[in-house]
């Protein structure tokens, strides 16, 4: 996984960050610069549930909770974006979608 190696201080509300990362993450990136989000496994404070379901429980489901939704009535169908990076001990699962106004 990629490492913060040192932050400087821009602006009241801007701070340069440089890291450190693999040549296999920075070409996930897909030469994309802008819009990048930083995350880390430990910021999880929310718990949620991996459902199963089907023949064999073949098909996974992960539960959004409700203390995370920001609009309970997200409209099924929808598709979304979802991104998986695999590290030696854990399986990280990112999904984007658009904010709805229902």
Sequence with gaps: MAEVMDSERLGENTVKVRFKL???ELLALKGNMRNVHAVTPKNGETSAKVLTKGE????VYFDIPRL???NPEIPWGNTTKCYRFDKSSKQIFCFVMDKYDI
Excluded: A, I, P, Y
């Design 22 to 24: 693999t040549r296999d």
């Design 56 to 59: 064999g429980g073949k098909s």
């Design 68 to 70: 995370l939704k920001l």
